[in-house]
């Protein structure tokens, strides 16, 4: 299986394995949970976005008091 070899300073490592600890889980688990769950979340947001520019004019006739107007920042 693919690996990893990651350097940290003494500090970082120790955060890291404080909070490795404070979940339960080894320093290993922990690294790569978090990354994994980091790489989801910004695979969440890429498409949270792209629905929101897909229905945005639908979102704009629903709520038309909400819908930003065409006048610029110094209308």
Sequence with gaps: MPALNIEYTELELAAIRAAAAADGKS??????????REQQRRTFVEHAVAFWNEHLDEFDAAFPEDAPTDKGPDA
């Excluded at 320093?27 to 994994?36: E, I, M, P, Q, R």
């Design 27 to 36: 320093v290993k688990a922990y690294v790569h949970d978090l990354s994994v």
